[in-house]
T-cell receptor, first 110, second 111 residues
Framework: GQQLNQSPQSMFIQEGEDVSMNCTSSSIFNTWLWYKQDPGEGPVLLIA?????ELTSNGRLTAQFGITRKDSFLNISASIPSDVGIYFCAGQGLGNKLVFGAGTILRVKS | EAGVAQSPRYKIIEKRQSVAFWCNPISGHATLYWYQQILGQGPKLLIQ????????DSQLPKDRFSAERLKGVDSTLKIQPAKLEDSAVYLC?????????FGPGTRLTVL
């Protein structure tokens, strides 16, 4: 079935550093999404990507998906302690169906 | 605007018992989703409703899982009988257009 692979699985960075994480897919998606999940909560949408190759920003977050429509990245600039959490990429298929990756755990050292 | 509500937040049962989860979506959202999130994994769609009709239940283990949304608003997800591997967080989400809004989930532990 469809599968999204995220890397790295986890990262431990210093406050103020920039962060980059990636997602690759065995299938093509025309819409890519990045979510953040805090402990005990459901995922919250950070950025939605609708056009391949187009950089999209939301505050300190920047994301893009490639022209092959099989990969995406998320960058976080100047990380702060509240950035800790699990970041998921998701591909959106027919009927609004979402396929999620396994997540990247981000830990920030203040 | 109130978010997606789920209850209970936590549930511990023994294997072979039954359990039910409840979801109240955001008012006016026609589409409702149930996801299963096993520890260390991303959410996996179990079933999608459009109003009170099922759109996609291809990944729902129908021998033990069932879901309904009789009046097109609230929904319940039931597991009968539960297995150890059903231990997970069960997330409900709703959408009006494309964006899905998730509830806090119900954490199920099967002993």
């Amino acid at each position: 079935g469809q599968q999204l692979n995220q890397s790295p699985q986890s990262m431990f960075i210093q406050e103020g550093e920039d962060v980059s994480m990636n997602c690759t897919s065995s299938s093509i998606f025309n819409t890519w999404l990045w979510y953040k999940q805090d402990p005990g909560e459901g995922p919250v949408l950070l950025i939605a990507l609708y056009k391949a190759g187009e950089l999209t920003s939301n505050g300190r977050l920047t994301a893009q998906f490639g022209i092959t429509r099989k990969d995406s990245f998320l960058n976080i600039s100047a990380s702060i302690p509240s950035d800790v959490g699990i970041y998921f990429c998701a591909g959106q298929g027919l009927g609004n169906k979402l396929v999620f990756g396994a997540g990247t755990i981000l830990r920030v050292k203040s | 605007e109130a978010g997606v509500a789920q209850s209970p937040r936590y549930k511990i049962i023994e294997k072979r018992q039954s359990v039910a989860f409840w979801c109240n979506p955001i008012s006016g959202h026609a589409t409702l989703y149930w996801y299963q999130q096993i520890l260390g994994q991303g959410p996996k769609l179990l079933i999608q409703f459009q109003n009170n009709g099922v759109v996609d239940d291809s990944q729902l283990p129908k021998d033990r899982f069932s879901a309904e949304r009789l009046k097109g608003v609230d929904s319940t997800l039931k597991i009968q009988p539960a297995k150890l591997e059903d231990s997970a967080v069960y997330l409900c989400a709703s959408s009006l257009f494309n964006e899905q809004f998730f509830g806090p989930g119900t954490r199920l532990t099967v002993l």
